[in-house]
Nanobody, 124 residues
C-alpha cells in the first residue's frame, strides 16, 4: 500500500504562485511514477504532470507548460508541483497520484493510489 497526502493549496490572485506538496509513505519501492491531476467543478479529472520516482524526465500537459513544474525530493519522500503565472482556469482540486505499473502515463486508469486532494482557487 502507498499513502499520499497533499498540502499547499489555497487562494491566490491571477498571476500568482503556489507550491503543492505530496508526502508519500508506505511501499514506495513499488511506485514507478508519480503525477498530479486536477478536477474543476463539473469536469473530468485531468492529467497535469508526471515524473518517474527513480529516474529523470518529466511530462506536462500543454495547458500548463511553461508555467508549472513537477519535481521530487526522494530523501523526503515528497512530490511537488510548482505553479506560476496562475490563471482562473487553473482553479480545481489538485490530486497527487502514484502509478503501480507505468512510468510516464497520463491515463487516470493507470494510477492505483490517490491523495485526498487540495483546493487551488485563482481569483481574477
Amino acid at each position: 500500500q502507498v499513502q499520499l497526502v497533499e498540502s499547499g493549496g489555497g487562494l491566490v490572485q491571477t498571476g500568482g504562485s503556489l507550491r503543492l506538496s505530496c508526502l508519500i509513505s508506505g511501499r514506495t519501492v513499488s511506485v514507478p511514477g508519480l503525477a498530479w491531476f486536477r478536477q474543476a467543478p463539473g469536469k473530468e479529472r485531468d492529467f497535469v504532470a508526471v515524473i518517474p520516482w527513480r529516474s529523470g524526465g518529466t511530462l506536462l500537459a500543454d495547458s500548463v507548460k511553461g508555467r508549472f513544474a513537477i519535481f521530487r525530493d526522494n530523501t523526503k519522500n515528497t512530490l511537488y508541483l510548482q505553479m506560476n503565472s496562475l490563471k482562473p482556469e487553473d482553479t480545481a482540486v489538485y490530486y497527487c497520484a502514484a502509478s503501480a505499473t507505468a512510468v510516464f502515463t497520463t491515463s487516470r486508469a493507470n494510477y492505483a493510489y490517490w491523495g485526498q486532494g487540495t483546493q487551488v482557487t485563482v481569483s481574477s
